[in-house]
């Protein structure tokens, strides 16, 4: 398991912020989430599966979350994924 730091997710409207979270519980990779102060923390279950690696880059794109955090899940059989989507 590995977590990724989601710092200062910015949300427009209580709608908005809904949403992330109803997203966040429909990606199987995601076990549990913890929030500290300005971060919130996913943990993930390793391996990866590729729906939830474009899932995760989709959230993280959306709400403009440091795509960095996403390399702890990169290996060679996604890493295809990782150089067509993230720049």
Same mark, same amino acid.
């Given at each position: 398991? +590995?977590?990724?730091?989601?710092? &200062?997710?910015? /949300? @427009?409207?209580? $709608?908005? %912020? $809904?949403? /992330?979270?109803? /997203?966040?519980?429909?990606?199987? $990779?995601?076990?549990? +989430? %913890?929030? /500290?102060? %300005?971060? =919130?923390?996913?943990?993930?279950?390793?391996?990866? &599966? %590729?729906?939830? =690696?474009?899932? =995760?880059?989709?959230?993280?794109?959306? @709400?403009?979350?440091?795509? &960095?955090?996403?390399?702890? =899940?990169?290996?060679?059989?996604? $890493?295809?994924?990782?150089?067509?989507?993230?720049?």
């Amino acid at each position: 398991m +590995t977590k990724l730091r989601c710092h &200062s997710v910015c /949300f @427009y409207s209580p $709608a908005d %912020e $809904a949403c /992330f979270f109803q /997203f966040i519980k429909q990606i199987k $990779a995601i076990q549990r +989430t %913890e929030g /500290f102060g %300005e971060d =919130l923390f996913l943990h993930i279950k390793i391996p990866v &599966s %590729e729906k939830s =690696l474009r899932d =995760l880059i989709g959230l993280f794109r959306r @709400y403009k979350i440091d795509l &960095s955090e996403l390399n702890q =899940l990169k290996n060679k059989k996604n $890493a295809g994924i990782f150089d067509s989507i993230i720049k």
